[in-house]
């Protein structure tokens, strides 16, 4: 596939980059970028899967499975909150050159309009291997136990009450069975490399039931089992490894607390002898030390993993999750 447009190409590559992928597709992107230089085409020709990923975990994914044999474009750049993705015309012009686009149904309604309107790019909506079945808190409450502040879903918006939480790659047996989807998929796309797309599977695979093992182990004996957020976003980690979730906000981090639910969050955190509230990487800390400032607990940051930066604590999603295990571990008490 031809690449008209070298220059916005590089500043893929460039972004792909700093997500951490893997060595094998580390070094067939940087020897794309040297012979785009000429601001031509067509670099990748020999491994010419082009794959596009709507947002950083199913990039991960991508990466990992395509290791070696797909050109990787992850449409939400790096810093960027992922719930808000806009598509600049160019992204839904990639949209419709993929091979593959990988993405969440319902999680970036640009990227869902994108898909829709592609003229037969293919794409996999990994909705159903990623067992996508929990339920959030209503929209812009908080989601305490006590059940005074959370009942007033904001109505309109489309992710009301009740809404599905789209945050499963929290969940490492998840995201190993949507990277079993992954490489499915890119069987059926590039047969020539299907035993290679099933062996990075399951050596992915391998990685994230260790990484879960690692979770359960750690998390199994702790003093507390309140887990004080500000984006209600670690709904899979609390159902995995046991914690009752409270969200300051509801799953969409533009969502913000009235002073009632504030104050809910407030009593329960006292009542509970809560120690850490925590606040995440992309998102602004202030309602978490508002909450944090009124009780006297700590904050930390727990990554919901929805984008890396400089400042993420690891440069891919297996190191990130092992420092959000520590946080926990130090957060929650636990032995
Ligand atoms: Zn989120």
Redesign the pocket.
Known sequence: MSHPDGGSLRARWRSTLRLGAAPAVLALLLSGCGSASDGDTDAAAATSVDVAASFYPLAFVVARVGAGNVNLTDLTKPGV???DLELAPRDVARIGESDLVVYLKGFQPAVDDAVASAPGGAALDVTASARLDLQGPPEGGASTPAGDAGTNGQAGDGRGTGAID??FWLDPTRLADVADAVAGRLEQVDPPNALDYRANAEQLRRELESLDQEFRSGLATCRNRNLVTS?A?FGYIAARYDFDQVGISG???ESEPSPQQLKAVTRFVEENNVTTVYYETLVDPAVARTVADETGASTAVLD?L?GLTKASAGSNYVEVMKSNLATLRAGQGCS
């Open positions: 909150e992922p719930h789209p945050h984006h976003a799953l969409s981090p919901p929805e």
